[in-house]
């Protein structure tokens, strides 16, 4: 089994910046592409931002230019640097990861979500 475990959220005025984390850990062999996805009230799970093992990023077009995903390989780790919140940016951030399992089988893995409101 592999567990995602994200940190960081909060509540931040309009402007301000947050940094999301997601650690993985459990029966893991490698890890594929890790991702950042957000879901708010009535709407649908939208793809933030995606990063692959060779560190090539792709940002939906609404947060370009604010938002920087990175990855720590050693640690099993995505983060969501947040800069210049707005607050339609408030949602549920759900960290998702490819892993290669230490049998050799591929899944979708996801974190249990950590609120980002921005609001003054």
């Known amino acids: 089994q592999v567990q995602l475990v994200e940190s960081g959220g909060g509540l931040v005025q309009p402007g301000g910046s947050l940094r999301l984390s997601c650690a993985a850990s459990?029966?893991?062999?490698?890890?594929?592409?890790m991702g950042w996805y957000r879901q708010a009230p009535g709407k649908q799970r939208e793809l933030v931002a995606a990063?692959?093992?060779?560190?090539?990023?792709n940002y939906a077009d609404s947060v370009k230019g604010r938002f920087t995903i990175s990855r720590d390989n050693h640690k099993n780790t995505v983060y969501l640097q947040m800069n210049s919140l707005k607050p339609e940016d408030t949602a549920v951030y759900y960290c998702?990861?490819?892993?290669?399992?230490?049998?050799?089988?591929?899944?979708?893995?996801w974190g249990q979500g950590t609120q980002v409101t921005v609001s003054s």
């Open positions: 459990g029966s893991i062999f490698s890890i594929n592409a």
């Open positions: 990063i692959t093992s060779g560190d090539s990023t």
């Open positions: 998702n990861a490819r892993v290669t399992t230490r049998s050799l089988n591929t899944f979708d893995y």
